[in-house]
């Protein structure tokens, strides 16, 4: 079964426009862990944030911040002020814990900044 | 600050032939994570190692796919009889596990193409 879902599989935004990138999980254990990356063209993945199930704040990192609502099972991450470096591949990806803390990934968003 | 680097970046093989790739973490960390990611898709757990000690295998590491980490440093992923379907790009992370977080942190990883 799938755990991780981002059912954009594409987007466009102007540069220095807001924009949010979305990701469902589904899990029935109360702790875990949701992470986003960022991959280039070059295929690094990129640790971009991370938040735990037992935050109680929304995790920020400089332009990136994550929507996180719990009841709806929902991890949107944020971006401000887009640049045209933000231009790449977005995966979100969950972390379950009492197993080995693989991570599970969903299928991703490609996010293109236009000039 | 030095990364999780892997080696080589690129290879080509014929059907059949056994490669080997490596991957060295940074230099902290106790956890070591192999993955691999197809075209389209999120990457894909296949095995990791806590120090020495490979404590999980994903289903899709078949017999031919064996991997070690000697001495709790770098470890090496080798693929025996190569196949077609392996082409991917395969992915190290490595992170410093406690009780608290457990982020990983990958390397550009090896694209792997088989003729």
């Known amino acids: 079964a799938q755990k991780i879902t981002q059912t954009q599989p594409g987007m466009f935004v102007q540069e220095k426009e807001a924009v949010t990138l979305d990701c469902t999980y589904d899990t029935s254990d109360p702790s875990y862990g949701l992470f986003w990356y960022k991959q280039p063209s070059s295929g690094e993945m990129i640790f971009l944030i991370y938040q735990g199930s037992y935050d109680q704040q929304n995790a920020t990192e400089g332009r990136y911040s994550l929507n996180f609502q719990k009841a709806r099972k929902s991890a949107n991450l944020v971006i401000s002020a887009s640049q045209l470096g933000d231009s790449a591949m977005y995966f979100c990806a969950m972390r379950e814990p009492f197993g080995n803390e693989k991570l599970t990934f969903g299928t991703g968003t490609r996010l293109t900044i236009i000039p | 600050d030095t990364g999780v680097s892997q080696d080589p970046r690129h290879k080509i093989t014929k059907r059949g032939q056994n490669v080997t790739f490596r991957c060295d973490p940074i230099s902290e960390h106790n956890r070591l994570y192999w993955y691999r990611q197809t075209l389209g898709q999120g990457p894909e757990f296949l095995t990791y190692?806590?120090?020495?000690?490979?404590?999980?295998k994903s289903r899709l590491l078949s017999d031919r796919f064996s991997a070690e980490r000697p001495k709790g440093s770098f470890s090496t992923l080798e693929i025996q009889r190569t196949e077609q379907g392996d082409s991917a790009m395969y992915l190290c992370?490595?992170?410093?596990?406690?009780?608290?977080?457990?982020?990983?942190?990958f390397g550009p990883g090896t694209r792997l193409t088989v003729l």
């Open positions: 992370a490595s992170s410093l596990w406690t009780s608290v977080t457990d982020t990983q942190y």
């Open positions: 190692f806590q120090n020495e000690a490979q404590l999980e």
